[in-house]
Nanobody
Framework: QLQFVESGGGLVQPGESLRLSCSAS????????VGWFRQAPGKEREGVSC????????WYRDSAKGRFTISRDNAKNTAFLQMHSLKPEDTGVYFC???????????????????WGQGTQVTVSS
């Protein structure tokens, strides 16, 4: 059973940083693109960032560019999302998921991704 467990969320003030982790169990991350997604209250889920299995290509939504960095450690079966200069609009539950490379997926919306974790709450508030 493919499963992710997210961690690292919390309550921070605007301008602060958080590092989210996403550990996979039941499968090896090799060969999968990993995506980070978030869902704010009352809003639809949206893609934040994706990284391919070779750590060669990555995608960020416009609001995350320059502030967030996605990375992965296949040996540890873990992916990360380093977030700097956090803003109140970054608040939400952050999830990670995986998509088989070559299988067709959309980072911005999460289509084609599976094995969703339970998420970790990020709250940015003064």
């Amino acid at each position: 059973q493919l499963q992710f467990v997210e961690s690292g969320g919390g309550l921070v003030q605007p301008g602060e940083s958080l590092r989210l982790s996403c550990s996979a169990s039941g499968f090896a991350l090799d060969g999968y693109t990993v995506g980070w997604f978030r869902q704010a209250p009352g809003k639809e889920r949206e893609g934040v960032s994706c990284i391919d299995s070779s750590d060669f290509m990555s995608w960020y939504r416009d609001s995350a560019k320059g502030r967030f960095t996605i990375s992965r450690d296949n040996a540890k079966n873990t992916a990360f999302l380093q977030m700097h200069s956090l803003k109140p609009e970054d608040t939400g539950v952050y999830f990670c998921a995986a998509a088989l490379e070559g299988g067709g997926y959309v980072c911005s919306g999460g289509q084609g991704f599976g094995s969703w974790g339970q998420g970790t709450q990020v709250t940015v508030s003064s």
